[in-house]
């Protein structure tokens, strides 16, 4: 049974940062694109960053420049290191595959941006 843990939300301040973590388990074979994605109040959830299995990554503008996502294929674990962090970029954030399969979400991290 896949099991995906996402964590290293909280609360920061406006230009901030924060590091975030998806651990996944379950997963048999190999891991091609995944993905972080983010669901704000009264939004979709949007993906926002992607990595395929040798490392290239994609971004949607909105964090362009601002996010950087990384993945350990040895530990089966996938980064999203956020800096300069806006009000905007509050949201409860999510790791999946990409494209997505719906039974593997997992709780989120609630990421917090105080102005």
């Known amino acids: 049974q896949v099991h995906i843990t996402e964590s290293g939300g909280g609360l920061v301040q406006a230009g901030g940062s924060l590091r975030l973590s998806c651990a996944a388990s379950?997963?048999?074979?190999?891991?091609?694109?995944v993905g972080w994605y983010r669901q704000g109040p009264g939004h979709q959830r949007e993906l926002v960053a992607g990595?395929?299995?040798?490392?290239?990554?994609h971004y949607d503008d909105s964090v362009k420049g601002r996010f950087t996502i990384s993945r350990d294929n040895a530990k089966n674990t996938v980064y999203l290191q956020m800096n300069s962090l806006r009000p905007e970029d509050a949201a409860v954030y999510y790791c999946n595959l990409i494209p997505y399969v719906t039974r593997y979400w997992g709780q989120g991290t609630q990421v917090t941006v105080s102005s």
């Open positions: 990595i395929n299995s040798i490392g290239g990554s």
């Open positions: 379950g997963i048999t074979g190999r891991i091609n694109s």
